[in-house]
């Protein structure tokens, strides 16, 4: 007990005026929480889901996040969403909700505070895609002006923010499909501040991103400027060793990982062209799936060569490699994406793919160095000013808390009881930066 209740002075220390939060949960919906007969569920006991969200509500609300973002929250009743709407919304929250699609029951939410966030637009994309998943995307302006510039007019600073929840990954196939959801919604984010003509400014990306540190999610994510709020406050590294420092889900086959995040891209950051970042990330899960056939680099050149009688790999061959590989299916791969993979390739376009380019594939950072991200080193003193011709807003870290405290530890307590994942929140706190060139009015 003692622990907890330094876990929660920690939450609760003074916070700068300007600063904003941000939590993500998924709560397991009770169409979904087994009980301890494996055929029943918590939805067929209305005392159990009941008071279990009611416990949900009472930690959001004593977390006071300025926006919220809920996954798995069971749309398909009345009651819970009523619930949900009196509670949230006797306490200052906007509440916009979205179910996932063929009528799964649960969906998303999203609750924005009045005090900190006014939402301008609010838009819903749907994958339509086999898990029937969904996201949400709400631009939002600050209902307090951050920061001022030199003629001491007030700015308020404008966010994209996203919540989500990806497809579990119930064999390696479907990475690809997960891989997809996000590509799509950056391709939407993308559109969206084309559409509108906006100039640059921070997105951030709320969810369940059923993956971890080690996928290729979180690598296409990486490679696109974004960065893993939790880590970034704990300085935790991309690296093998701190990727189980902390965990927030114990799925359905006992397993601990952690699948939960908070991405921040600030505008200040170069980024490569999102369509190369998502055939790096392909190769990756072709890599990785030879790895698992126990392939070395060089059978693996041999089963992507197949039956050819020259030391090169045939766009056939190649195809039909992905095909065993499972990859070809119009949930997975299109055969227009196979073509731009296979493009990207063959570097030569002498209409073949030799062991040097190959290696590109299975090495890439052996061919071109990796564009690194760099941060940028603002003090305190430079939110006194800002000029919006060449610089722009964005948020630096200042907080990130898992609870209950031993998942970040990379432990799971036994008496933990609200949900199956562990609630993430994040304190931001603004800043103005320079605007990378490549990234004005461009993700």
């Given at each position: 007990?003692?622990?907890?209740?330094?876990?929660?002075?920690?939450?609760?220390?003074?916070?700068?005026?300007?600063?904003?939060?941000?939590?993500?949960?998924?709560?397991?919906?009770?169409?979904?929480?087994?009980?301890?007969?494996?055929?029943?569920?918590?939805?067929?006991?209305?005392?159990?889901?009941?008071?279990?969200?009611?416990?949900?509500?009472?930690?959001?609300?004593?977390?006071?996040?300025?926006?919220?973002?809920?996954?798995?929250?069971?749309?398909?009743?009345?009651?819970?969403?009523?619930?949900?709407?009196?509670?949230?919304?006797?306490?200052?929250?906007?509440?916009?909700?979205?179910?996932?699609?063929?009528?799964?029951?649960?969906?998303?939410?999203?609750?924005?505070?009045?005090?900190?966030?006014?939402?301008?637009?609010?838009?819903?994309?749907?994958?339509?895609?086999?898990?029937?998943?969904v996201a949400q995307l709400l631009h939002v302006e600050s209902a307090m002006p951050f920061l001022q510039n030199r003629s001491t007019s007030c700015v308020h600073q404008q966010s994209l923010i996203v919540n989500t929840h990806l497809l579990f990954p119930h064999d390696h196939s479907l990475s690809i499909v997960r891989l997809r959801q996000v590509y799509k919604i950056l391709q939407y984010i993308e559109a969206y501040l084309e559409e509108h003509k906006l100039g640059p400014l921070p997105i951030i990306l709320c969810g369940d991103w059923n993956g971890s540190k080690r996928g290729q999610v979180y690598k296409f994510l990486r490679s696109q400027g974004f960065v893993s709020s939790y880590d970034t406050a704990h300085q935790y590294s991309d690296s093998e060793e701190d990727a189980h420092k902390w965990v927030s889900h114990r799925n359905h086959r006992g397993n601990i990982c952690g699948v939960d995040f908070i991405w921040l891209l600030n505008p200040d950051k170069c980024r490569k062209p999102l369509k190369t970042s998502w055939n790096e990330?392909?190769?990756?899960?072709?890599?990785?799936?030879?790895?698992?056939?126990?392939?070395?680099?060089?059978?693996?050149?041999?089963?992507?060569?197949?039956?050819?009688?020259?030391?090169?790999?045939?766009?056939?061959?190649?195809?039909?490699?992905?095909?065993?590989?499972?990859?070809?299916?119009?949930?997975?791969?299109?055969?227009?994406?196979?073509?731009?993979?296979?493009?990207?390739?063959?570097?030569?376009?002498?209409?073949?793919?030799?062991?040097?380019?190959?290696?590109?594939?299975?090495?890439?950072?052996?061919?071109?160095?990796?564009?690194?991200?760099?941060?940028?080193?603002?003090?305190?003193?430079?939110?006194?000013?800002?000029?919006?011709?060449?610089?722009?807003?964005?948020?630096?870290?200042?907080?990130?808390?898992?609870f209950p405290p031993e998942v970040e530890k990379g432990m799971w307590p036994e008496n933990y009881s609200l949900s199956d994942h562990a609630p993430l929140t994040v304190v931001f706190s603004p800043i103005r930066m320079p605007c990378s060139p490549r990234n004005r009015g461009e993700l």
């Open positions: 007990m003692r622990r907890r209740d330094r876990h929660h002075h920690h939450r609760r220390q003074p916070r700068d005026e300007r600063c904003v939060s941000c939590t993500t949960f998924n709560i397991l919906a009770p169409i979904y929480k087994r009980m301890d007969n494996e055929n029943c569920r918590e939805s067929q006991y209305r005392a159990y889901w009941f008071s279990r969200n009611e416990k949900i509500i009472d930690r959001l609300l004593a977390d006071h996040s300025s926006i919220i973002c809920l996954q798995e929250v069971w749309l398909g009743n009345d009651e819970l969403v009523d619930m949900y709407q009196k509670r949230l919304g006797d306490a200052n929250y906007m509440l916009f909700k979205l179910a996932r699609t063929n009528n799964r029951g649960d969906g998303l939410l999203t609750a924005v505070h009045r005090n900190y966030f006014n939402v301008l637009n609010y838009r819903e994309l749907l994958f339509n895609d086999i898990g029937d998943r990330a392909v190769f990756g899960i072709i890599k990785y799936f030879l790895q698992v056939a126990f392939l070395s680099e060089e059978n693996a050149f041999a089963l992507l060569k197949a039956d050819s009688l020259y030391d090169h790999i045939t766009y056939s061959s190649f195809y039909q490699a992905l095909c065993q590989l499972g990859m070809v299916h119009p949930d997975r791969l299109k055969s227009e994406e196979i073509e731009e993979l296979w493009s990207e390739a063959d570097r030569d376009g002498d209409g073949v793919i030799n062991y040097k380019e190959f290696q590109c594939i299975w090495s890439p950072n052996c061919c071109s160095q990796e564009e690194e991200d760099t941060e940028i080193d603002i003090t305190d003193e430079s939110l006194d000013t800002f000029e919006a011709n060449n610089e722009a807003f964005g948020f630096t870290v200042k907080e990130a808390v898992l």
